[in-house]
DNA sequence: CGGCATCCGGGAAGATACTG
DNA sequence: CAGTATCTTCCCGGATGCCG
């Protein structure tokens, strides 16, 4: 059973609700309050902690973040969990219903990168990057190809393998890398989408690149923004 | 530390966005307030006047749905427009790129109708009903099937036709129709996604079948919804 | 430090009434 | 019919503090 305000009956009009049999309205009940879907974003490739969720969402204030899990985790889409005992900490996690949201940020993502004010250059968290390259990325363009690159953002490492014409992401590893990004997520978007030239953004200090240049200079090439919205149709 | 200007020209002194790069993100600063998706919706098959949304939208109110329209319209969502003289009324209708944010709402759809807490019985707007067949039509369920089905809801009317394996709906007509069914969205809902049989709805009053009673039969299978989630996962 | 409760100010959403 | 004006409610965001 669900939740009633204390002042409402059994028969509460759920005030704030859509309460529709159309799913994308039920949907927008279950996810549509401000942060949800940026929250679970950040969960998407791995359980986090509060406080790296806090970090991770500039912006959002503690209460909320807090009430945000509390829904998510009873509508079924979060879990808490504590992590055995020498870190005595809890994360949040997705559960596999959860990580089977993220179509919901593709079209999202898909849709708004076309919009006149979308602006890539703004700040970016590693897992908005990540997920980005999941959405974008064109088996096209890497026909061929198979690599494994490494991304170093200050504490953070990710590595993403591309092979047969998938891509996968994977935190907390840099092995076998034949390329490593060292420097933010940020600069790495200015590289993939904000068409920045590696040397420019290696002569400012913000990205640099160790092994395979090759393959780097072909990396930024694989993840195609589409067309902007002309603004006058 | 952020600080907020109290005054400020056009560029938005960022009131209540989240300013992102993350293009999920820029797409819930455009149509993320509430309402702004389902308006959307149910303009997505064409357009509509002022008082049609407020009615097709059960609970929103005049000011919040002017508001919405004024934010669409100025993130080129929408677009005002006058009908010629004799109905001097003015519609409003999705953009080009508006009516591409389709996706959307069928990955919000096809996430939420697994949801242990969606009940399709409730009320449905008859855009709802038709892009919710947009989004489950299974063109293997179709095999070989071609045919006009016509629904009369009211003063509305639509039709359906399915061809090659591909769905497609129009407003305002039921020409050449093999099969009409009249009633209500929710009615027929019941009977595609509900389960119930068309006897029974007949029977109550709800739903009325005329012409081609097989098809009828095989049209209320050929949207099948994905399994709920089970609740112990 | 991690997580949660509480208080407060501002502003968005909701309801109603009113106008061209 | 198509909104505007006004008032109320309550959510969001920020700050502070408690507790383990």
Redesign the pocket.
Known sequence: MKLKKI?EGPGA?S??RYEEACAAAHALDLVG???ALLVMRELMLGPK???DLKADLP??????L??R?EGLEAAGIVT?RRLPPPAS???YELTPWGYESEPILQALGRWAARSPSHDPSRPLSAVSLFLSFRTMFDPARAEGLAARIGFRFGAETFLVRIADGRLEVARDQLDQAELIFTGSARAVAAAVYGGESLDALAAKGLLSVEGDRALAERFVTLFPLPPKVCPGS
Do not use: D
């Not at 912006?59 to 909320?64: D, F, K, L, M, Y």
């Open positions: 002042s009009p005030r704030r309050e401000r942060w902690r509060f406080s912006g959002i204030s503690a209460n909320v807090t009430q899990l808490r900490t809890q994360v």
